[in-house]
């Protein structure tokens, strides 16, 4: 988890690893922290047996480095 919520953020104490989970606990507030997430989406773009890969412009010559369609999420977007 990084260096993210070594600190509860409401009372200012130290937080302890989570005993199951992939997070932190305050055990002054009995608060848990969660990473945060950037979430992403990909998309996989058929048509029949053909698949859409994209591909970065910037590669070097030659380097393969094609992928499926994905973006991070952007905050103006509606996720329904
Ligand atoms: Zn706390």
Same mark, same amino acid.
Request: aromatic fraction near 8%.
């Given at each position: 988890?990084?260096?993210?919520?070594?600190?509860?953020?409401?009372?200012?104490?130290?937080? =302890? @690893?989570?005993?199951?989970?992939? @997070?932190?606990?305050?055990?002054?507030?009995?608060?848990?922290?969660?990473? *945060?997430?950037?979430?992403? =989406?990909? @998309?996989? =773009?058929?048509?029949?047996?053909?698949?859409?890969?994209? *591909?970065?412009?910037?590669? @070097?010559?030659?380097?393969?480095?094609?992928?499926? =369609?994905?973006?991070?999420?952007?905050?103006?977007?509606?996720? *329904?």
């Amino acid at each position: 988890m990084g260096t993210t919520h070594r600190y509860c953020g409401s009372c200012g104490k130290p937080t =302890v @690893a989570h005993a199951a989970d992939r @997070a932190r606990d305050c055990p002054e507030c009995r608060l848990t922290f969660y990473p *945060r997430i950037s979430p992403v =989406v990909m @998309a996989l =773009v058929t048509r029949g047996r053909q698949l859409l890969l994209t *591909r970065k412009p910037g590669y @070097a010559p030659g380097a393969i480095r094609w992928s499926r =369609v994905s973006s991070r999420r952007e905050r103006r977007w509606s996720m *329904r």
